[in-house]
C-alpha cells in the first residue's frame, strides 16, 4: 500500500509517493538432477506467484545427483535444494553441514533399467554384465542392499560412469547392459528406445523390500541458525507447489513447459505420473506435504550405515529440522 508524504518547501507544497513493498529475498535453489516432471511442484510455486507471496525470488538451477547438491548447498554455491536423505546422510558423516526441511519423495524411487531382450529376465541375469550411472547418483549406493534382497552379487556388476546426458543413449545403444535411475524417468527412456525398436525394462527397488526417505528440501545449517524465516517460507512455497499440481497437474505441465519449452508437455507429464506415487502416499494423505517421522528418518539412517560409511553418533535430528518443516494438506 502506497503513502503519501506531504512537506513544505519555500511555499511550495510537495507530495511524495513512497511504497511499504520490501524487497524479494533472491537464492538459488538447486535440483537434484536435470529438471524434469517430477519437479512440476517446484515450477509451479514459481509460475503461480507463490514464491513471489512468500517474498521469494528464486533461481532454480538443475542439479548433478544429489550427491552434488548437498555439496552446493552446504559450501553456499546454492541457498537450497532438493537431494535424498541418504546423501545428507553420508554428506553429515563427511563434514557436509545439511539437512532435510521437508521430505518430497515418501517411497523410494530407484529403479534399474534394461532393455528387454538382452537376456535379463531378473536380477541375478545382471551378474557379469554393466551397469551406467552418473558420479553422485544415490542409487549406486543402494545397489548392496538392492542385491542382498534380490538375491545377486553386485560385486559381479561393472559401473561405468556415465555422463548425465549419455546415460539413455548409451542403454538404447547396448554400451551399458543396464542403468540406474528414478522410476520417474522411465517415460523418457521407453522413449529414446522406441526410436530404434526397442522396449525397457526395470526393477524397481520399493518392489524388494526397500523403504527409506529419499528426496527432500535441503538447507545449510548455517542458513538453518541465521535464516530460519527464509528457509521456512522456501519449504512452504515449494510443497504448496506440489499440493498444487497433485491437484491440477495440466496446469503444472504448463509451468514446467513455459521455463523449458524444448521439452516434451507428455513425457513430463508422463514423468509427473510416474513419480506422483511416491509422493501421494497414505502417509501424506493423512499428514499432507512435508512432514518427516523420527522413526522412519532413524530407519533411513540405519539403512544408509549398511553401505556407506556413517558416523555413529549421527541421529535423526542431524539429519532433519523439524521446527522449519511445513505442512501441506493435500485438497
Not at 525470488?57 to 552446504?74: F, L, M, N, W
Not at 550405515?305 to 494438506?329: C, G, H, N, W
Request: a neutral charge; charged letters at 20%; zero cysteines.
Amino acid at each position: 500500500m502506497n503513502k503519501l508524504y506531504t512537506f513544505m518547501l519555500t511555499g511550495i507544497m510537495f507530495v511524495v509517493g513512497s511504497s511499504n513493498a520490501v524487497a524479494q529475498d533472491k537464492l538459488i535453489f538447486s535440483l537434484q538432477w536435470i529438471a524434469n516432471g517430477n519437479n512440476f511442484g517446484v515450477f509451479a510455486a514459481k509460475e503461480q506467484g507463490l514464491y513471489r507471496n512468500a517474498n521469494l525470488e528464486v533461481d532454480v538451477q538443475r542439479g548433478y545427483g544429489s550427491g552434488e547438491t548437498a555439496k552446493r548447498v552446504a559450501t553456499g554455491v546454492a541457498d537450497m535444494g532438493i537431494a535424498d536423505a541418504a546423501s545428507v546422510i553420508v554428506g553429515r558423516s563427511s563434514g557436509l553441514k545439511v539437512k532435510q526441511v521437508a521430505s518430497l519423495y515418501e517411497r523410494p524411487p530407484d529403479a534399474i533399467f534394461f532393455i528387454k531382450g538382452n537376456r535379463i529376465n531378473s536380477p541375478k541375469d545382471l551378474e557379469g554384465r554393466t551397469i551406467g550411472a552418473t558420479a553422485g547418483e544415490a542409487t549406486v549406493n543402494l545397489l548392496p542392499v538392492f542385491a542382498a534382497n534380490a538375491g545377486f552379487d553386485n560385486k559381479k556388476m561393472e559401473i561405468i560412469n556415465l555422463s548425465p546426458s549419455a546415460k539413455y543413449a548409451s542403454l538404447v545403444a547396448k554400451t551399458v547392459d543396464s542403468i540406474v535411475g528414478f522410476v520417474n524417468e522411465e517415460p523418457a527412456i521407453q522413449s529414446a528406445a522406441q526410436k530404434t525398436g526397442l522396449e525397457v525394462g526395470r526393477f524397481v527397488f520399493s518392489d524388494y523390500s526397500i523403504d527409506y526417505y529419499s528426496l527432500g528440501i535441503i538447507a545449510s545449517d548455517d542458513m538453518i541458525a541465521k535464516r530460519p524465516d527464509l528457509v521456512r517460507r522456501v519449504a512452504l512455497a515449494t510443497m504448496q507447489g506440489y499440493a498444487s499440481a497433485i491437484k491440477n497437474p495440466q496446469a503444472a505441465a504448463d509451468d514446467f513447459v513455459k521455463n523449458y519449452p524444448e521439452s516434451s508437455r507428455s513425457i513430463a507429464l508422463q514423468q509427473w505420473n510416474a513419480a506422483l506415487p511416491l509422493i501421494l502416499t497414505d502417509r501424506t494423505r493423512k499428514n499432507g506435504l512435508g512432514p518427516i517421522e523420527k522413526d522412519k528418518m532413524l530407519a533411513t539412517i540405519n539403512l544408509v550405515a549398511k553401505f556407506q560409511r556413517v558416523d555413529s553418533s549421527i541421529t535423526a535430528t542431524d539429519i532433519y529440522a523439524a521446527e522449519l518443516m511445513p505442512t501441506v494438506p493435500i485438497e
